[in-house]
Nanobody
Framework: QVQLVESGGGLVQPGGSLRLSCAASGSIFSIAAMGWYRQAPGKQRELVATITSGYITNYADSVKGRFTISRDNAKNTVYLQMNSLKPEDTAVYYC??????????????????WGQGTQVTVSS
């Protein structure tokens, strides 16, 4: 069993920056992939960025060049550095963990885990 806790959201002006963090807790050996998704009012949840345990990244076209995802495998923590923020980035941002390996297990957990969400509001 894994718990994900996000932090770092808040209110920022257009063009500003925020850094989100998500820490996974539990008897974790490793996590194959972690990522960030977001859901804006009246819209469905969408992928923002993902990163594998081997540090391979993938970004939505809408954030490419502005956002940077990173992770610290030793701490089971994923980060999202958000620069040049736009009003359309306003959403609840959710952390995701997929392919969790527990200590002493050769097979990953079958479930995706999600954080509670953190609000990011970009407004002047």
């Amino acid at each position: 069993q894994v718990q994900l806790v996000e932090s770092g959201g808040g209110l920022v002006q257009p063009g500003g920056s925020l850094r989100l963090s998500c820490a996974a807790s539990g008897s974790i050996f490793s996590i194959a992939a972690m990522g960030w998704y977001r859901q804006a009012p009246g819209k469905q949840r969408e992928l923002v960025a993902t990163i594998t345990s081997g540090y391979i990244t993938n970004y939505a076209d809408s954030v490419k060049g502005r956002f940077t995802i990173s992770r610290d495998n030793a701490k089971n923590t994923v980060y999202l550095q958000m620069n040049s923020l736009k009003p359309e980035d306003t959403a609840v941002y959710y952390c995701n963990a997929d392919g969790v390996y527990y200590s002493g297990s050769y097979i990953p957990d079958e479930y995706d885990y999600w954080g509670q969400g953190t609000q990011v509001t970009v407004s002047s």
